[in-house]
């Protein structure tokens, strides 16, 4: 222990559990992190080929469906456009209300924990 006043606190098996399911906590909030930063980028694109569909005077475009670009309707391209688009965004959605969630969660280990371990434990990233 080489933070704190050099009081230790035994750590029970309880505490162990928090400390451990803080830092899964942890790691998933760094992982939501990533994945709001894709669902946002998705979001942008997604956006950017509805623009460049308006803009289009042609009848029928290129659509990627998979590996391979299909010649499309642009008709049923707006409509797959617009579909992909609210997945997008509920996807991203959901993935910052569960951030809030974990955050939350967190906020409450850390409360329990710093309670019991005072500054002898350190739950702040650098």
Avoid: C
């Avoid at 760094?30 to 569909?53: C, M, P, Q, R, V």
């Amino acid at each position: 222990m080489q933070q704190g006043e050099g009081t230790e606190a035994q750590v029970t098996w309880e505490d162990q559990q928090n400390i451990n399911k803080f830092g899964r906590f942890n790691n998933r909030s760094h992982e939501l992190d990533d994945e709001i930063k894709l669902a946002k980028e998705e979001n942008e694109s997604l956006e950017d080929a509805g623009n460049e569909l308006i803009l289009s005077d042609e009848d029928v475009v290129r659509f990627q469906i998979g590996e391979v670009f299909a010649h499309v309707p642009k008709d049923e391209v707006e409509d797959r456009l617009e579909s992909m688009t609210e997945e997008a965004a509920k996807k991203l959605e959901r993935l910052k209300e569960e951030k809030e969630s974990i955050l939350a969660q967190m906020d409450e280990l850390k409360k329990i924990l710093y309670g019991k371990f005072k500054d002898a434990i350190n739950l702040e990233e650098d």
